[in-house]
């Protein structure tokens, strides 16, 4: 994190320090010059009043005339360079001046100067030479302050106004952080107004911030609606899934669970309490034949399908890749339960298997019987008895044959079979009629109790329904008995029951009865001419009427069997 005050600091700081060495430097180099050029023009003229004075008094250049004591020193050096004298210093231990810069220029010129840096660096010499008119030169010389020594005097000053201005550049940098900062923090603390309410002008924001904030409450503006959008997006997602029969789940490439409905919960048994979102798929399902197919679809980027019996439910599982580039990112697995389908194609393959053993039997009989009366086995007194009995069993085929059409005609789902308005008070009373020959020969009292009801259906479905349950009333009724037909209304509902004093249902037989070819005693079955094709008949009538069955039977009492239709 970069701190602001520390970088208004810091930039305070280095523009006092670039400054202060602007200013040293260009203070030192005023200094200097103004020194040296004061010092060049006193030397100049003490020079040439020097000169002047030793031309007109024609007086040589003695102790008497330079004090040593002043900071000028002064040399008479004749025109070959050699020292004639020097206020400083013995002129026998003085080298030749011939080759010193200014001598040169005075031979040359009448007059010359130079400077010298001292070797201590603190001190410059100014030179000035003049050539008299004897041809000697008169040379001055002065120490002055070098640049060096300029700033080192200077320096004191200089860091402690260093130290003040590195104090006041805290102290500013302090102030005018916290002054530029707190619109830009409350820019921060109100960011929420900011971007949710747009208040840009309760704020008070720097012009220079206006253009990205506002770029900000643009793209808060639009984050904000791709959120929604999405949030949308997801919310319909979830929707489909939750509400979707079949179950969904998203597995990653490590077969970890990103995703799953309610419905594959259901039908995998697996715990509402657990989440399995971000768990192994093995921890919601341990079979290891949809873990193996799940492996091979992350293999060979295919779709994979097959059923699996878990819990006692049939189900179809369809695992497809998800991919990407040719890159399996995933796998999606479809869930369908095919409990009720297997069932179906179960009870479709037994009933084939039933429908031709049940022809089989009245066929074997009658062939039987057909060939003792071919081959003369049967005597002459029997063949009536035969053919009596061939008959029969043609009839029982017959009856077969056409339950079987019926039932399929029913359940064939692609014949629309038309509804009207049914007086089923009318259809039930005519049918009961029909009966009393029947009932008559069995000593068995009808009765028929009910008021007039109507009620949308097909009238035949009616017909044969009725019929199917009065007949077995009656087939299962013992002589003496009572059956009763009841129809009336109770609003909404239309409700047929057929009661009857006979010889009951055993307890474990109530369940099945509704199943084809299902009797409860075959041998009774072959007497009364059953095939026991009949209820199940009347379970598809009423299933195919949106109703229901209720069968309460007790053995040796009787039973009653309730239909209810809207
Ligand atoms: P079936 O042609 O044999 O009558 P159903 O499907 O109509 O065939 O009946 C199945 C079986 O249910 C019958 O074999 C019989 O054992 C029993 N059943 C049906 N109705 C009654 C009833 N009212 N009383 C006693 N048993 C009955």
Redesign the pocket.
Known sequence: MKSMKRKVYRSLTIISIISIILVTSFLVLIFYNFHMERTKSFIKDYAHTVGNYLETSNLLLSENMIYNNTTIRATLIDSSGNILFDTYKDPVEMENHINRPEVQKALENGSGDSIRHSTTLEKDTYYYAILLSNNNILRLAQETDSMLSVFLKILPGVLLVLFLILFISAFISSFLGSKILTPINDIGENMENLLIKNELDTLDIYDELLPFIKTLVKQSEKINLQLKDIKERAHIMETIMSNMNEGLILVDNNKYILSINQSAMNLLNSSKDISYISKSFITLCRNIEINETIDTVFNDHKSHDLILQLNNKYIFFSISPVLSNDETLGAIILMVDYTEKYKAELIRREFSANVSHELKTPLTSINGYAEMIENDVAKEQDIKKFASIIKKEGNRLLDLIDSIIRLSKIEDESIKKELDLVDIYSVGKEILDNFHLMAKSKDIKLEFIGSKTVLRANKSMMEELIY?LLD??I??TNKGGLVTLKIFKDSPYTLIKVV?T????PIEDQDR?FERF????KSR?KQTN???????IVKHIVEYHKGTIDLS?TPNKG?EITIKIQ
Request: aromatic share 8%; hydrophobic share 30%.
């Open positions: 199917n077995n009333a087939k299962y009857d006979g010889i009951g249902i009865i299902y009797m409860v005693d079955g059953s095939t026991g094709l009949g209820l199940s039977s039973t």
